[in-house]
């Protein structure tokens, strides 16, 4: 636990404080509720403000780990036969100021998100702040059918994405939320230019996998089809090896290897 916390890159008290009086400050508050939310996130600290806001916090520490990862998944996509297109951050202001511009970016293009706010940084601290989604469930809260339902937008919304020569490169289930039978995409991570095309399969593989749990091979693939090609599931096959060593993604691989053969030649 104590590793964790440490790894995690845990804000003292005095800097919460200190994030806080500058947002009442900046929206001009005499008072604000503040909320920590119970979130396995390593790479902020994040809270609610006022039931409004969704503020993310972010460390040095969190920098580091973030780069540790990026590394890590850079050798994933080397081992897939592609060089590495995860970007890693200096500061955790360049980390805050890279989600407030990425959500912004995936709203332009219509696709839902929360309403990016203001990037700015407090101390050596990075802090993001967005307009807080209530009462939303993750992709993965919710019962088969009504994911199954929802799939076939899922791959709209990536194909909107990936239209518009960008890519998510970090989507989950966890990443997806769902509020009155809409589709939310969060926090999308920064990769290079040059990598995007690789970087798209890549997504095409990591819906794949936080679907096939959840409905099955078949019904993923079915949905994916309604957006992709076949030759373009087959490029994201070469991923999915490197998707499964990612202990935020549990799915049957060879499964879903062999299904996607079947299906697309």
Known sequence: MEFRRLVRGRVDWPDIERVVRELADRYDRDEMRVRFLDADNWLSTPMVVDDDLFVKVITRQNTLVHTLFTTGRNLGA????????????????????????????????????????????????????LEYLPEFRTLDELDRAAVAALAPALFEVLRTIHDAGLAHGDLRAENVLVRDGELYVIDATSVSEAGRESARSYDLASALAALEPLIGAPDAIDAALGSYSADELLAARQFLDFVAIRPDHDFEAAELKGELEKRTT
Do not use: Q
Not at 102 to 109: F, I, S
């Open 78 to 129: 080397v081992s897939a036969g592609t060089e590495g297109f995860f970007e890693r951050y200096e500061t955790p202001y360049e980390m805050a100021r890279h989600e407030l511009e990425a959500t912004r970016k995936v709203r332009e293009l219509g696709v839902n998100a929360p309403e990016p706010i203001e990037a700015m940084e407090v101390g050596d601290l990075g802090v993001v702040v």
